[in-house]
């Protein structure tokens, strides 16, 4: 079992009703997806019943009181991440995006009318969410953004492009960041069934294929005041996107906990050379021992950082160095893991280069590992490098 990895018996420093929630999560997740979820992957699959299914377990935008969320702690929200991640980084963004991205700017800079109409169908996943800030040629520097909206008095007018929405094509509503006509960036709730909203499947891809990714284009869609979010500039998105990037640290270690167990379990039991399984041979031995020694920092650094989320005082530079930090060491576990087991290690037999391929998004999503050394750089020496 995973916890066995605790070395440093931090399970000891989380709550009780936190270890209970993350045990009810893993297994209800090792009970209803765990057997299925290669296949997906496989077929390139976001089957349509699963964000029912997280919805009924609160998964969904837990760490918001009321609304028929859970109301859990960081702590907790990031243990729901980490073990949905476990399983595979496309569910794990399936839950981000509706509950950091979508839900969250909701809840905070949404007036009651649409926090009411939304967040408990968002809540149960009777809807589906998406978040649109990256455009075709705006990644990395949002700020470049393309995407209009203009005030026509008592209402709205959205037209722009976007890419790389995660749950676009079957999403109910997003969360669209657009320029008004002074220039700043707002944040708008858009109903994906209004006239002008189109949506095309981003096919092919060798990553995060059990999540969809989206373009969207937006054509003198009308949007009603009351849907335009109290928040104006960059603060608006990238306040989501620290709420994302907590639960990517969290979620990467998962998935980088599953590949260390199955490398393990796979060293003791493959034998080469002189009848002996693998884990007896040194260099075996070295890369199982930097894989658990990786995951326990990260998980130390995990815990630290929803503590401080947890008393109000997390900081986006803390935030950036756990995502940098854990996804970046996660993909050089399941690299890892991979190469411990061999030829076996590239079949949907074992889940690690699904992790592998998987965390390569991962790496890239919510600030590439390099946005973050630039976002940490320039906290630590006060000079922007970007
Ligand atoms: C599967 C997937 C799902 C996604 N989901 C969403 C979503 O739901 N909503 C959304 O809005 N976006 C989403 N994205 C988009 C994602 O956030 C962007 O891909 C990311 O911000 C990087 O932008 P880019 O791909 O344009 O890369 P670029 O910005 O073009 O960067 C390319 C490379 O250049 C480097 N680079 C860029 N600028 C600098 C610099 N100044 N100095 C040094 N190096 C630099 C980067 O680190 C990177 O290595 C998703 C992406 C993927 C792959």
Redesign the pocket.
């Known amino acids: 079992m995973a916890e066995n990895f605790d070395l440093f018996e931090i399970d000891q420093d989380f709550h009780k009703e936190e270890l209970s929630l993350r045990n009810k999560v893993r297994a209800f997740l090792n009970d209803k997806i765990r057997d299925k979820i290669a296949d997906w992957f496989e077929q390139g699959l976001f089957p349509r019943e699963i964000p029912r299914l997280f919805g009924e377990q609160g998964l969904l935008g837990s760490t918001i009181s009321g609304y028929g969320c859970l109301g859990t702690n960081y702590t907790g929200y990031g243990l729901i991440m980490q073990e949905i991640e476990r399983l595979d980084s496309g569910l794990r963004?399936f839950a981000s995006?509706q509950g950091a991205?979508v839900m969250y700017p909701i809840f905070t800079y949404g007036n009651e009318e649409i926090k009411e109409a939304y967040l408990p169908k968002l809540a149960s996943g009777e809807w589906v969410g998406?978040?649109?800030?990256?455009e075709a040629e705006?990644?990395?520097?949002p700020g470049n953004m393309t995407c209009q909206l203009e005030d026509k008095g008592d209402h709205l007018i959205l037209n722009g492009k976007?890419?790389?929405?995660?749950?676009?094509s079957i999403a109910d509503l997003a969360v669209i960041w657009a320029k008004n006509e002074a220039g700043k960036v707002c944040g708008v709730v858009v109903q994906t069934n209004s006239p002008g909203v189109e949506f095309k499947t981003i096919e092919n891809?060798f990553?995060?294929r059990a999540?969809i990714?989206s373009e969207a284009v937006f054509q003198k869609v009308k949007i009603p005041k009351s849907h335009l979010l109290n928040v104006e500039g960059l603060k608006g998105p990238f306040s989501c996107l620290n709420i994302a990037r907590y639960g990517i640290a969290w979620g990467s270690i998962g998935a980088a906990e599953d590949c260390l167990e199955v490398a393990l379990n796979y060293s003791q039991n493959r034998k080469q050379f002189h009848d002996q399984p693998l884990c007896s041979h040194q260099l075996v031995q070295a890369k199982l021992v930097e894989m658990y020694t990786e995951i326990n920092k990260a998980k130390l650094l995990n815990q630290r950082l929803g503590r401080l989320f947890d008393a109000g005082k997390a900081q986006a530079a803390q935030i950036s160095m756990a995502k940098m930090n854990n996804v970046s060491k996660a993909l050089g576990i399941a690299r890892m893991a991979r190469d411990i087991l061999g030829a076996n290690g590239i079949t949907y037999e074992h889940s690690v280069s699904r992790h592998l391929l998987n965390l390569e998004?991962v790496n890239?999503?919510?600030?590439?590992?390099?946005?973050h050394r630039?976002i940490l750089g320039q906290h630590l020496t006060g000079v922007s490098?970007?």
Do not use: M, R
């Not at 998406?130 to 990256?134: A, I, K, R, W």
């Not at 705006?138 to 520097?141: A, C, D, Q, V």
């Open positions: 963004s995006v991205l998406c978040f649109g800030l990256t705006h990644g990395s520097n976007k890419k790389w929405l995660t749950n676009g891809k990553s995060l999540s990714s998004s890239t999503y919510e600030g590439t590992e390099d946005i630039l490098a970007f």
